[in-house]
Structure formats: structure tokens, C-alpha cells
């Protein structure tokens, strides 16, 4: 049985401007980042669309031109690394509004994708192998804790939803474990709170992130969080490690998904 929401839709709201007014700088301070303004469109041509996600093509005809809506801006923040010179170590981010066409729209999707969006330029020695991807899924994850944390001390009669655990597992071992189900129903049983009820350190179901290895992505790593009130897990971030090639070099980087986040420490049955 779905819970209530535990914050007025009015209220998550305003809540959500605190989370964007404590995530962002921290963000760039934990990264080393620094602000980039995003664009909302590029020309079809432009070799910064990432064709993993493709958007919406659309005329415009005042500047005699064809352009395709954003859908990511993984390829087109690796541009910038480069645009800027950026050294290893150090970063950029924006915040992204894309659109993706095919993505259904429910209480967990919509084909509006806001999202905090960032690249760091890392060292080839660190682009290889999981252990980079890790570490810096930690940050994130420690980030994320302490967002919830700051949430939870402007709303006293809410419970933190995130725990301070984060485990790592391969797409294929759930596969391994779970030979019969589909990768999301394999996740779901992996992730129900009843499996861990004996494990708990702070009363919450772990985290996890989850491997993936696509290409052109050396290593692909999703964060997902057990969500109390829709009782399925969701996705509050990614983050991937990217080749050098024709558009920058080595570089480690991904998205903290507004909208799932909300949903998550707000509390909420659906996006805002």
C-alpha cells in the first residue's frame, strides 16, 4: 500500500528551492566545478548532441535553422571541458532542462529532464575500472545524505529516507541472482526493504549503485534509492566515465535528477 505524501505539494515547493540553494554550491565545492550557462537546443549538425538520448527536432525559422532540443548534455559539459582548457581535477556544471520524447510520463517520469548536470576532466590512470566511478559515487552519495539532512531539519515531522549505506552491484549479478526476472523486477526484489530489515545500521534500506558498462561510456553507474511512499526503487543520479576522443579527454561525470530527488526526501507521490 502507497503511504501518504508527507509534505503539501504547496510546501514541497518551497522546499525545493532550499534543496537547490544547499545542493549547488556543495556540489561545485566537493567537484571542483564550476558554473556553465546550459543551452536548450543545438543545431542538428553539432557534434556536442548526445545521440544516446535523442530530443525533439524542430524549425526555427526565424534564424533559418533546424535545431534538436537537448535530451543530455553529457557530450555537450565534455565540450566545454575542453573549450575551457579545464585540467584534471577540476570540472564544470549546469543545470539542465532536456526533453526526452519517448520517456512515459508518471509519478517517477516525465519527458521533462531536469537535472543537476556536471563533467570533471580525470587523469587516463583514473578513467579505467571501477574504482574512480565508485569513489566518486560516494561523493555523491554523501551529498545527497546531507541534502536530506538539511530537509529534515526544516520539517522536524519528517523521517530521513536515504541511508548513510551505499553498495555496489553489476547489472549482471543481479542477473546471476535473479535469472527468471526482468532487470527492473530483479532490482525491486533486490532492493525491498524486507531483504535488509536484518542488515540495517540506521533503519533504512541501503542504497545502491548499480553498473552498467555501455559504450561509448568506459563505465556507467546508476544510484537508486528505495522509495517508502511509491514502495519501488527509483533512479536519483548517474554517473559515467567517458574515452578521450575527437571532443575532450579523459572525464568522469553524470546527473543528480531534480525531479526524483524531490520526490525521494520531499517525500512526495509524484514529481513536482
Not at 55 to 71: M, P, S, W
Amino acid at each position: 500500500m502507497h503511504l501518504k505524501p508527507r509534505l503539501l505539494h504547496e510546501t514541497a515547493e518551497i522546499a525545493l528551492t532550499e534543496i537547490k540553494r544547499f545542493l549547488e554550491p556543495r556540489l561545485t565545492e566537493k567537484l571542483s566545478l564550476r558554473r556553465v550557462t546550459a543551452p536548450l537546443y543545438l543545431p542538428t549538425d553539432s557534434p556536442l548532441i548526445d545521440h544516446r538520448y535523442p530530443g525533439a527536432i524542430i524549425r526555427l525559422k526565424g534564424a533559418d535553422q533546424t535545431v534538436e532540443i537537448v535530451g543530455s548534455l553529457d557530450v555537450w559539459l565534455r565540450g566545454q571541458l575542453a573549450r575551457y582548457d579545464i585540467a584534471p581535477g577540476f570540472g564544470v556544471f549546469t543545470i539542465m532542462n532536456a526533453l526526452r520524447p519517448d520517456l512515459p510520463e508518471n509519478s517517477t517520469s516525465a519527458p521533462h529532464i531536469a537535472a543537476w548536470a556536471w563533467q570533471q576532466a580525470i587523469d587516463r590512470q583514473d578513467a579505467t575500472g571501477e574504482k574512480t566511478l565508485v569513489a566518486y559515487a560516494r561523493k555523491l552519495h554523501n551529498l545527497l545524505v546531507d541534502t536530506e539532512k538539511m530537509v529534515v531539519s526544516l520539517f522536524p515531522h519528517m523521517r530521513p529516507t536515504l541511508s548513510k549505506e551505499l553498495r555496489v552491484i553489476h547489472q549482471k549479478q543481479l542477473g546471476d541472482i535473479y535469472p527468471s526476472h526482468t532487470p527492473e523486477r530483479s532490482l525491486y526484489e533486490h532492493m525491498h526493504p524486507e531483504r535488509h530489515q536484518s542488515e540495517e545500521t540506521d533503519h533504512l534500506a541501503p542504497l545502491f549503485l548499480l553498473i552498467r558498462d555501455p559504450e561509448p561510456l568506459l563505465a556507467l553507474g546508476e544510484i537508486w534509492a528505495w522509495n517508502r511512499i511509491l514502495q519501488k526503487p527509483i533512479r536519483i543520479a548517474d554517473i559515467g566515465s567517458w574515452p578521450a576522443d575527437r571532443i575532450a579527454g579523459y572525464s568522469i561525470g553524470g546527473n543528480i535528477y531534480r525531479g526524483t530527488l524531490a520526490l525521494q526526501i520531499l517525500q512526495q507521490d509524484k514529481l513536482i
